[in-house]
DNA sequence: CCAATGTATCGACGTCCGTAGATATGTCAA
DNA sequence: TTGACATATCTACGGACGTCGATACATTGG
C-alpha cells in the first residue's frame, strides 16, 4: 500500500486567521472562519487522521492507510478529509492512484495564537 | 447591569488532555476529550463568549452581559455557556442573582500544546 | 410572604452532521 | 482498450445541534 513519503508543497488558500480571542474582541466573520476550523478539529475521527498524518514520516499520509486505523468506511474517511482540506488544515496531493495528505502547520499555528493567553 | 467584577477560584473537574498531536498517536477516550473541548469552539457565538471573557476586565463576565453583545435570546446563550462549561473551557460563579463566568485559561493551554508542531 | 429580577431547563422545530452502500471518476498495468 | 485499484461523489438515514418561547428555579428587596 504505502508508497515513499513525498512532500506536499501547496499550501492552502484558507488563510490564517486572526489574532487571540483575549486580544480584541472577534468579530462575526472571523468567527465564523475560526469556528469551521475549530468544528473541524471537533470529531475525533478527525483528530485521530491529524494525529495519524502529524506523526508519519515525512507529514504525509496515503489516503488509503487511513481506513484501517480509523475504523471507518472509505467514504467517510474521504469526507473527514474534505471536511479538513476545506478548513484549511490540510492539505493533499494526488500522485498517481493515490492521494497523500499532509497537516497545514501554520493553519494549526494559527489556531494556538488565537488560543493565547496574556 | 455589570457589578464590580469578582475572581473565579473554582478550577474545572475536567483536566487538562494529552500530548501534542504530533508526538504520538492519539487514542479513542482522549480524542473524544478532545474533540468536545474544540467542538465546543467550533461555533462563532461560543467563539464570540470566550473573546468577551477574556478580554473583559477582571477576565470575569456576568451572564446578563452575554445576551445583548451576540445577538441571542437569554435561554440560547445560556445553553451556549453550559456547552463550553461541560467542556471545561469556562467555570461560574454564582454572586446574588447573578452568575459570573470566566475561561479555564488552562484548559485553552491545554488545547495549544495538543497543536504544537515539532 | 410576595413581587421582581436573573438564570437554567423544557419542549419543539428546522438544519446540519456522521455514517455507509452504491456508483462515478481518475489512474495505471497489461 | 480493458480490467483492477484508489479516491471522490451521490443518496439516504438516524441522531445531534442551534435556536427560541414558555416555564421553572434561585435570589433579593420590600
Not at 468579530?27 to 491529524?50: C, H, K, M, S, T
Request: with cysteine; aromatic share 2%; hydrophobic share 45%.
Amino acid at each position: 500500500m504505502s508508497l515513499p513519503q513525498l512532500p506536499v508543497l501547496e499550501q492552502p488558500e484558507v488563510v490564517a486567521c486572526c489574532s487571540p480571542l483575549a486580544a480584541s474582541e472577534i468579530n462575526d466573520a472571523q468567527a465564523e472562519v475560526l469556528a469551521r476550523q475549530f468544528a473541524a478539529l471537533g470529531d475525533p475521527v478527525r483528530l485521530r487522521i491529524i494525529s495519524l498524518l502529524a506523526t508519519a514520516d515525512g507529514g504525509t499520509v496515503c489516503a488509503c492507510d487511513l481506513v484501517e486505523p480509523t475504523g471507518r468506511s472509505q467514504p467517510t474517511v474521504s469526507h473527514h478529509l474534505k471536511v479538513l482540506s476545506d478548513a484549511g488544515l490540510v492539505t493533499s496531493r494526488r500522485v498517481g492512484r493515490n492521494v497523500w495528505y499532509a497537516v497545514v502547520p501554520a493553519s494549526l499555528d494559527a489556531l494556538r495564537t488565537v488560543l493565547q493567553q496574556h
